[in-house]
Nanobody, 116 residues
Framework: QVQLRESGGGLVETGGSLRLSCAASGLPFRTQNMAWFRQSSGKEREFVAGIYWNGETRYRESVQGRFIMSRDNANNTVHLQMNNLKPEDTAVYYC??????????WGPGTLVNVSS
């Protein structure tokens, strides 16, 4: 059974940094491409960053150069280092397998609130 648990969110001022973590179980983690998603109020969930099984990363354009995704295969964990945060980054952040859809199992998410 897939279980995902995100942590590390909080309230931060514009320009600040946060590091999100996600512990995953029930997935073939070492060979699984993973991703971070976010959902802000009134909007659909959107892709933020992805990491392939080999460590290669990709990002949505608006976070390129500010966010860094990494993975720790020994602990089945992925991280998202978020720097130079902007108010438009405010959202609930989720991790899941890359390509996950709404009908799949999701964790509770972690709220990131960037004040202007």
């Amino acid at each position: 059974q897939v279980q995902l648990r995100e942590s590390g969110g909080g309230l931060v001022e514009t320009g600040g940094s946060l590091r999100l973590s996600c512990a995953a179980s029930g997935l073939p983690f070492r060979t699984q491409n993973m991703a971070w998603f976010r959902q802000s109020s009134g909007k659909e969930r959107e892709f933020v960053a992805g990491i392939y099984w080999n460590g290669e990363t990709r990002y949505r354009e608006s976070v390129q150069g500010r966010f860094i995704m990494s993975r720790d295969n020994a602990n089945n964990t992925v991280h998202l280092q978020m720097n130079n945060l902007k108010p438009e980054d405010t959202a609930v952040y989720y991790c899941n397998r890359d390509g996950a859809r709404d009908g799949e199992v999701w964790g509770p998410g972690t709220l990131v609130n960037v004040s202007s």
